[in-house]
T-cell receptor, first 112, second 114 residues
Framework: QKEVEQNSGPLSVPEGAIASLNCTYS??????FFWYRQYSGKSPELIMF????GDKEDGRFTAQLNKASQYVSLLIRDSQPSDSATYLC????????????FGAGTRLAVHP | DAGVIQSPRHEVTEMGQEVTLRCKPI?????LFWYRQTMMRGLELLIY????????DSGMPEDRFSAKMPNASFSTLKIQPSEPRDSAVYFC????????????FGEGSRLTVL
């Protein structure tokens, strides 16, 4: 079992719709979770992090965490063509020292 | 702030040659990570350092790969000898650590081994 799993996509949504990206992780002791966005040919950049169960909102983005189910998601409201990118879920593993493992990423395509 | 600086940005070499990738982390960051990204395997953690000390190198593919961090402002990833399957984008990232410590990535070094 991979430590961080995501559907590879592509996930195709129309402009203005809500895009829902999902991620599961295997390390039950993990404490913090990150969503990164990566445009083609570029390096990953942080969108949001979350470490408490529940929802965390930042503008059009909402991260949701359920530690009991070992599940984290990212919702993008009012999707724009500029949101088209690969979204990487990352998990900071338990055991200290900051080890951050990434999922394979979900490719999102927002069409006009 | 200059961000994480990697060099070279692109490297094309022939099988068997030695390759050295370089990274300068953001000043003040105490953790440094080397990742490799390919279409097939995604973003894989190779090794990471905390306060210049290698903490976990379990992701290093084999003995052909080695990494060093001689001081807080410089790290190298070396491949010797290189093979075509090493072709990938290699990212260096640094972090302040802590529960919400964000990773800041360099622009990556694209390696092609012929």
């Amino acid at each position: 079992q991979k430590e961080v799993e995501q559907n590879s996509g592509p996930l195709s949504v129309p402009e203005g719709a809500i895009a829902s990206l999902n991620c599961t992780y295997s390390d039950r002791g993990s404490q913090s979770f990150f969503w990164y966005r990566q445009y083609s040919g570029k390096s990953p950049e942080l969108i949001m992090f979350i470490y408490s169960n529940g929802d965390k909102e930042d503008g059009r983005f909402t991260a949701q965490l359920n530690k009991a189910s070992q599940y984290v998601s990212l919702l993008i409201r009012d999707s724009q063509p500029s949101d088209s990118a690969t979204y990487l879920c990352a998990v900071r593993l338990s055991g200290g020292y900051n080890k951050l493992i990434f999922g394979a990423g979900t490719r999102l395509a927002v069409h006009p | 702030d200059a961000g994480v600086i990697q060099s070279p940005r692109h490297e094309v070499t022939e099988m068997g040659q030695e390759v050295t990738l370089r990274c300068k982390p953001i000043s003040g960051h105490n953790s440094l990570f080397w990742y490799r990204q390919t279409m097939m395997r995604g973003l894989e953690l190779l090794i990471y350092f905390n306060n210049n000390v290698p903490i976990d190198d379990s992701g290093m593919p084999e003995d052909r790969f080695s990494a060093k961090m001689p001081n807080a402002s410089f790290s190298t990833l070396k491949i010797q000898p290189s093979e075509p399957r090493d072709s990938a984008v290699y990212f260096c990232a640094s972090s302040l650590g802590g529960l919400s410590g964000e990773l800041f990535f360099g622009e990556g070094s694209r390696l092609t081994v012929l």
